[in-house]
């Protein structure tokens, strides 16, 4: 099991940039694809971004394309969320996840992963 540490959440106001990172315990080796979700209050969990451990390849939410970028370093054991343009809509919880599977098309369904951070919080006041 991988265990997964988020950090960079804060305020920031509608229009800001924050960049996420996830920090894993070893390198994310074992793990098909990290990918970040987030939860607002009252809301489902949904998934943001996704990354391919091997190969790069990356996915993204319609409500967020264009405005987030997800990275991993070389080593295979952080993997960063840079978020440009926020939007009170924004506001939630961001989850770091890994999955071994990553199955196609799968990679926005919490089902899918096994491993998750404890979450880190992002506040746009509108």
């Known amino acids: 099991q991988v265990q997964l540490v988020e950090s960079g959440g804060g305020s920031v106001q509608a229009g800001g940039s924050l960049r996420l990172s996830c920090k894993a315990s070893r390198a994310t080796l074992s793990s098909a694809c990290l990918g970040w979700f987030r939860q607002a209050p009252v809301k489902e969990r949904e998934g943001v971004a996704t990354i391919y451990t091997y190969g790069g390849a990356t996915y993204y939410a319609d409500s967020v394309k264009g405005r987030f970028t997800i990275s991993q370093d070389s080593a295979k054991i952080t993997v960063y969320l840079q978020m440009a343009s926020l939007k009170p809509e924004d506001n939630a919880m961001y989850y770091c996840?890994?999955?071994?599977?990553?199955?196609?098309?799968?990679?926005?369904?919490?089902?899918?992963?096994?491993?998750w951070g404890q979450g880190t919080l992002v506040t746009v006041p509108s």
């Open positions: 996840a890994g999955s071994r599977r990553c199955r196609y098309s799968y990679w926005f369904s919490r089902d899918e992963y096994e491993d």
